[in-house]
């Protein structure tokens, strides 16, 4: 089974909609990462978490850490069809933080 | 500008063959590391790097083979042991410090897209 478990898989929303992407670790985490990817593309650093109950924000992309439940959600707020891409979340298993571990990817469709 | 190159793009390799991707940062960063990426996937550590003249194996590391001569490089070789080496590779830095714990994010190059004919 996966470490890292994201959903949904794929995400269709109308343009202005608020959404959600989750990132569930069945290990301790010691950092979280999130990026987004355009399809054949590297991916691009959105925000990292470190701590429990931490939550940054970057334009209209907020991000939180629930150390509790090993968890981070990614929310966008009125969604843009520049938002459309692949979100993955990406974190340190281990103490010494030297991998990161990748999710599957969430897979986010903007209509306009 | 600072960052991670790697080439080529696209390569087409004949079964059997070898074939080697490149990773150059001018980041000035220690670690560096390689992943394959499969349609609808997440991203798969192959190896990485700490520091230079040693490397570590990740989760898929059968088939592939790295070197790291040079703290600026971490090319990547797929060889013919590789049973279904056609994906996206994708290739990162970071900097670490030391012992912490903590360390920065990954940087990504734009990935090298192998199709095994």
């Known amino acids: 089974s996966q470490e890292l478990e994201q959903s949904p898989q794929s995400l269709i929303v109308q343009e202005g909609k608020n959404l959600t992407i989750n990132c569930t670790s069945s290990?301790?985490?010691?950092?979280l990462y999130w990026y987004k990817q355009k399809y054949g593309e590297g991916l691009i650093f959105l925000m990292m978490?470190?701590?429990?109950?931490e939550e940054k924000s970057h334009e209209k992309i907020t991000a939180k850490l629930d150390e509790k439940k090993q968890q981070s959600s990614l929310h966008i707020t009125a969604s843009q069809p520049s938002h459309a891409g692949i979100y993955l979340c990406?974190?340190?298993?281990?103490?010494?933080?030297?991998?990161?571990?990748f999710g599957e990817g969430t897979q986010l469709t903007v209509n306009p | 500008d600072g960052g991670i190159t790697q080439s080529p793009k696209y390569l087409f390799r004949k079964e059997g063959q070898n074939v080697t991707l490149s990773c150059e940062q001018n980041?000035?960063?220690?670690?560096m590391y390689w992943y394959r990426q499969d349609p609808g996937q997440g991203l798969r550590l192959i190896y990485y790097?700490?520091?230079?003249?040693?490397?570590q194996k990740g989760d898929i590391a059968e088939g592939y083979s790295v070197s790291r001569e040079k703290k600026e490089s971490f090319p990547l070789t797929v060889t013919s042991a590789q049973k279904n080496p056609t994906a996206f590779y994708l290739c990162?830095?970071?900097?670490?410090?030391?012992?912490?714990?903590?360390?920065?994010?990954?940087?990504f190059g734009e990935g090298s897209r192998l199709t095994v004919l």
């Open positions: 790097s700490q520091i230079v003249n040693d490397f």
């Open positions: 978490l470190q701590k429990g109950g």
């Open positions: 290990k301790t985490l010691y950092g």
């Open positions: 990406g974190a340190a298993l281990e103490t010494s933080g030297s991998r990161l571990t």
């Open positions: 980041l000035n960063h220690d670690a």
């Open positions: 990162a830095s970071r900097i670490t410090s030391g012992r912490a714990t903590h360390t920065g994010e990954l940087f």
